[in-house]
């Protein structure tokens, strides 16, 4: 069983960045496609991006195309999400996680394994 720990969140103005890290301890985590998720209280938690095994094919939510990239070190264990050019609608609880298949699925009911989740909060 994978474990994801999630960081990098913080509170930012609007139109600023934050990089969010996805790590994991687990041996196998290059074989893991690896998505990040985000929720606001009352709602259903929402695709943001994910990425393949190895890093060549990734997938962005048209929500924050253009200002949210992905990428990975499989030699770290660790997957980031670049996010630039904020905004309030941003803010959300951010989470990592982990699937064998790819592409991965965009609803979060497909899962199993889930990080703690690091909080994003854009200021206006």
């Known amino acids: 069983q994978i474990q994801l720990v999630e960081s990098g969140g913080g509170v930012v103005q609007t139109g600023g960045s934050l990089r969010l890290s996805c790590a994991a301890s687990?041996?196998?985590?290059?074989?893991?496609?690896i998505g990040w998720f985000r929720q606001v209280p009352g709602k259903e938690r929402e695709f943001v991006a994910s990425?393949?095994?190895?890093?060549?094919?990734?997938n962005i939510s048209n929500s924050v195309k253009g200002r949210f990239t992905i990428s990975r070190e499989n030699a770290k264990n660790t997957v980031y999400l670049q996010m630039n050019n904020l905004e309030p609608d941003d803010t959300a609880v951010y989470y990592c996680?982990?699937?064998?298949?790819?592409?991965?699925?965009?609803?979060?009911?497909?899962?199993?394994?889930w990080g703690q989740g690091t909080q994003v909060t854009v200021s206006s």
């Open positions: 996680t982990a699937d064998r298949d790819w592409p991965l699925a965009m609803s979060p009911a497909k899962f199993e394994y």
């Open positions: 687990d041996g196998t985590f290059s074989t893991y496609s």
């Open positions: 990425i393949s095994r190895n890093g060549v094919w990734w």
